[in-house]
C-alpha cells in the first residue's frame, strides 16, 4: 500500500473541518445557503492556511449532483472527482508556472463552452498575483462579462501584486494563519485517528514551528513520525526541528555576531549546495532577527516549549539590540531586491555582506558603522575590517592643523560627513576654507553636502568661514579611494547614509584587488 502524506491525506474536505477559517466559511456558507453567488472570488493568505483547500471545498459545493450547498454529499460522482483532482469542470492553475500570456488566453477562450459535467465550470488560479500584466488583461477581459457558468477562485499570497482593475471584481477573503493551539488540536486528532502516539509538548513544538500553516505543520508531522519511529516524544521532535530548520541561520546570525563574514558565507556555499530556497531563507532570517530582538526586550516572551529558546537567548545575549534591528531591516530589503539580484546566491550574500558592512562599531555602542569588506568575497579570509580611532573630544574653535582630526569631530551627518572626511586640506587662512576630493569621490562634494559642511565649519569656529571643495589632484590611493567611492555610491549604503545617519568607517574598507594582492604577497 502506498504511504499517502498526511497533508494530502488529511486535507479538509468539507467547510466544518477546515480549520481556523470560520469567518471565512461563516460568510461563504450563507451565499452558498441564499444562492447568492459572486462569480469572482479571491482568497488571500500566507502560505499553507488552506487557500486551494477552500476553493476545492467551495467547487464541491457548487457542483454536487445534490444541488449547489454548503455541506456538499462528498459521495456523488462530481464531489469524488473533485476531491481526488479529477474533475474535468475544475481548472487548477499555478499562476507560478503558468504565466504566459497565451497560455492564459487559451484557457479563457475555452471558458466560454458549457461546463462537461458541472453546474459550473470553475477556475482555481493559485499565486494570482504572479500572471503577467498581459495574462492580467486577457483575464479581466473574461471578469468583465463572464458568462452564466464561470466561477473564478483566485489565490495569492500577495494581493498587493494585483491590479485594482481585477481585485474590485472579486469577492476578496482574508484568510487568517492559523494559532497554534488550534494547529496542536489538529494533529492530536489526526495523530488519534492513525495510531501513533504523541506527547502533547511534542505536538505543540510542531504546531509552533508550523508558524500558522496546516500544510506545514503536517508535512513536519510526516517528518516527525519517520524521524521518531513509533512515538513522538519532545526531547526527539525537539531534536528534529532543531537540526533541520534553522540551523544555518543560526549560524549566520552567530558569525554575524562575531564579525566573521568568512564563516557566513561558507554557510550561503553549503545551503547554495543543498538548493535550499534563499527567498524562504532571507524571510526566515528576518524571523530569527525579530525573535531575538524580543527576546532581547521582553525575554519573557519566549515560550518555554519552544525548541529554539535557549539558542535565541544566546543570539540576544551576543548581538547588540541595534544590530538586531538593523540585519532585521537588510533582510527585509534583501527579499525585496531579491527578484532582481542576478541570481539567489548573489542576493543572499550580497544582503548578507550589507549586514557585514553596516555591523555597528562596538566601539561607538551603535551609530557608526564598520565600512564593508570588499576583500572578502571568494576569498573565505577571516579578515576584520580596522578599528578606526575614535574622535577626540575637542575645544571648540581650535584648529591645529590636522584636518582628519576635525573632520571626525564635526558636527556632520550623511554625506556632508563623508565630503569632511574624504577630503584634503588645500589651505585654511582662519576665514577662507580650500578643500579638495578626488575625482572618483566627486558626488560626495554636492552643494547640498558643501553647504551643511560649511554650516558645521561655521558652529565650530564661531565665525562665517568660506568653503570652497575643489575636484581631482589628491594623492590619495586610487585603488582604495575607488572602494570607498564604490560603497558610498551604492544606492542602499547611500539610503542608510541619508535616513538613518549612519556613518562609513572608510578606513575599514577594503579595495578587492589590494586584498588579493596582499594575499599573493605571502
Ligand atoms: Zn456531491
Known amino acids: 500500500m502506498s504511504y499517502q502524506v498526511l497533508a494530502r491525506k488529511w486535507r479538509p474536505r468539507t467547510f466544518e473541518t477546515l480549520v481556523g477559517q470560520e469567518h471565512v466559511v461563516k460568510a461563504l456558507t450563507h451565499a452558498l445557503e441564499q444562492n447568492r453567488l459572486h462569480h469572482a472570488y479571491l482568497f488571500t493568505g500566507t502560505r499553507g492556511v488552506g487557500k486551494t483547500t477552500l476553493a476545492r471545498i467551495l467547487a464541491k459545493s457548487l457542483n454536487c449532483e445534490t444541488g449547489i450547498s454548503a455541506k456538499p454529499c462528498g459521495k456523488c460522482s462530481a464531489c469524488v472527482e473533485i476531491d481526488s483532482g479529477r474533475f474535468i469542470d475544475l481548472i487548477e492553475v499555478d499562476a507560478a508556472t503558468n504565466t504566459k500570456v497565451d497560455e492564459m488566453r487559451q484557457l479563457l477562450e475555452n471558458a466560454v463552452y458549457a461546463p462537461t459535467r458541472g453546474r459550473f465550470k470553475v477556475y482555481v488560479i493559485d499565486e494570482v498575483h504572479m500572471l503577467s500584466t498581459s495574462a492580467f488583461n486577457a483575464m479581466l477581459k473574461t471578469l468583465e462579462e463572464p458568462p452564466e457558468h464561470i466561477k473564478f477562485v483566485l489565490a495569492t499570497t500577495d494581493p498587493q501584486k494585483i491590479p485594482v482593475t481585477v481585485l474590485s471584481r472579486c469577492l476578496q477573503f482574508n484568510l487568517k ?226 584636518w582628519p582630526g576635525l573632520a571626525k569631530s564635526l558636527n556632520v551627518s550623511g554625506m556632508a560627513k563623508q565630503l569632511a572626511q574624504q577630503s584634503e586640506l588645500k589651505s585654511f587662512d582662519g576665514d577662507a576654507m580650500e578643500l579638495c576630493v578626488p575625482v572618483t569621490l566627486k558626488h560626495v562634494a554636492d552643494k547640498s553636502y558643501q553647504d551643511k559642511l560649511k554650516a558645521a565649519l561655521q558652529d565650530h569656529f564661531g565665525r562665517p568661514i568660506r568653503l570652497g571643495v575643489k575636484i581631482g589632484g589628491t594623492t590619495g590611493n586610487t585603488a582604495q579611494d575607488q572602494a570607498v567611492a564604490s560603497i558610498q555610491q551604492d544606492p542602499f549604503v547611500r539610503d542608510m547614509v541619508e535616513t538613518l545617519d549612519a556613518t562609513i568607517v572608510t578606513s575599514s574598507i577594503k579595495p578587492v584587488q589590494s586584498a588579493a594582492e596582499s594575499r599573493d604577497d605571502k
Open 177 to 402: 494563519q492559523m494559532p497554534a493551539a488550534s494547529i496542536s488540536a489538529h494533529l492530536a486528532r489526526v495523530l488519534g485517528e492513525e495510531k501513533i502516539k504523541g506527547e502533547p509538548t511534542a505536538l505543540r513544538l510542531i504546531a509552533a514551528a508550523a508558524r500558522g500553516s496546516m500544510r506545514d505543520a503536517l508535512s513536519l508531522l510526516d517528518q516527525a513520525i519517520s524521524y521518531c519511529a513509533g512515538e513522538l516524544t519532545e526531547a526527539s521532535v525537539r531534536a528534529m526541528l532543531g537540526t533541520v530548520d534553522d540551523s544555518f541561520l543560526f549560524a549566520i546570525v552567530q558569525a554575524l555576531a562575531q564579525g566573521d563574514a568568512g564563516a557566513a558565507l561558507a554557510v550561503a556555499d553549503d545551503m547554495e549546495s543543498r538548493n535550499l530556497s534563499f527567498d524562504a531563507a532571507l524571510q526566515d532570517l528576518a524571523t530569527l532577527l525579530h525573535r531575538v530582538a524580543l527576546a532581547q526586550s521582553v525575554p519573557a516572551v519566549l515560550s518555554d516549549e519552544d525548541p529554539k529558546r535557549d539558542m535565541i537567548l544566546g543570539l540576544a545575549k551576543v548581538l547588540q539590540p541595534e544590530e538586531a534591528q538593523l540585519y532585521y531591516q537588510i533582510a527585509l530589503h534583501g527579499r525585496q531586491d531579491l527578484p532582481l539580484a542576478p541570481d539567489g546566491y548573489a542576493g543572499f550574500t550580497m544582503s548578507l555582506l550589507r549586514m557585514f558592512a553596516f555591523r555597528p562599531d562596538d566601539d561607538h555602542g551603535g551609530g557608526g558603522v564598520r565600512g564593508a569588506e570588499a576583500g572578502i568575497p571568494g576569498a573565505g579570509s577571516g579578515a576584520r575590517p580596522t578599528r578606526v580611532a575614535q574622535a577626540m573630544a575637542r575645544a571648540p574653535g581650535a584648529f591645529d592643523g590636522d
